[in-house]
């Protein structure tokens, strides 16, 4: 199975929003709701930012969002602040009982 | 508090078999809907998912490396071990173990996370 889908950089000026792609197929983004993203700093372990798509686990600043379309997952960054800038992933349940990640979106403030 | 912790070798060479433990705290794996998964990123790569093993002892595994693949757990260590066969460099990695809760206001998410381990294949 292939990995889903993400733009591998996205970039945004300090107090925009910026929005990451993710896309998948019927077999998994499409066909459920769990769909969640990390924030992965440079040698540390990714950390959890919005799970079932839209939730936002305590702790992480309302600034990060969550939505889907169709076979397509986003997460909104608004207010972007120089702390933002790092990799981002998606990852979703399939119908094998199984997970896949995407590609990864290094995300520059510029 | 919930921790995830990985070990073993930092290096291995090429055909050798791989094995990791991950050692938890803080949540049993035989409660309904946790499960232990394991997660790999090349370096400057992509995450990767491996396997997992669910509180029922269902066992699940990449379609791509499920031929090399074996995870088990011990719940009474508090431990999950994964072993991959026939290494190669292109399995040099961090290594991660991450926790899943399958509950009515959880999905399919990995938190948190462990540290992770680094295995490098070389000869």
């Keep these: 199975q292939s990995a889903l889908t993400q733009p591998a950089s996205v970039s945004g000026s300090p107090g925009q929003s910026i929005t990451i792609s993710c896309t998948g197929t019927s077999s998994d983004v499409g066909g459920y709701n769990y769909v969640s993203w990390y924030q992965q700093y440079p040698g540390k372990a990714p950390k959890l930012l919005i799970y079932d798509v839209t939730k936002r686990p305590s702790g992480v600043s309302n600034r990060f969002s969550g939505s889907k379309s169709g076979n397509t997952a986003s997460l909104t960054i608004s207010g972007l602040q120089a702390e933002d800038e790092t990799d981002y992933y998606c990852s979703s349940y399939t119908d094998s009982s199984t997970l896949i990640f995407g590609g990864g979106t290094k995300v520059t403030v510029l | ?123």
Aim: with cysteine.
């Design chain 2, 1 to 123: 508090q919930v921790t995830l912790r990985e070990s073993g070798p930092a290096l291995v060479k090429p055909t050798q078999t791989l094995t990791l433990t991950c050692t938890f705290s803080g949540f049993s794996l035989s409660t309904l809907g946790v499960s232990v998964n394991w997660v790999r990123q090349p370096p400057g790569k992509a995450l990767e998912w491996l396997a997992r093993i669910d509180w029922d002892d269902d066992e699940y595994y990449s379609t791509s490396l499920r031929t090399r693949l074996t995870i088990s757990k011990d719940t009474s260590k508090n431990q999950v071990v994964l072993t991959m066969t026939n290494m190669d460099p292109v399995d040099t990695a961090t290594y991660y173990c991450a926790r899943i809760l399958l509950d009515g206001d959880h999905g399919f998410q990995f938190d948190p996370w462990g540290q992770g381990t680094l295995v490098t294949v070389s000869s």
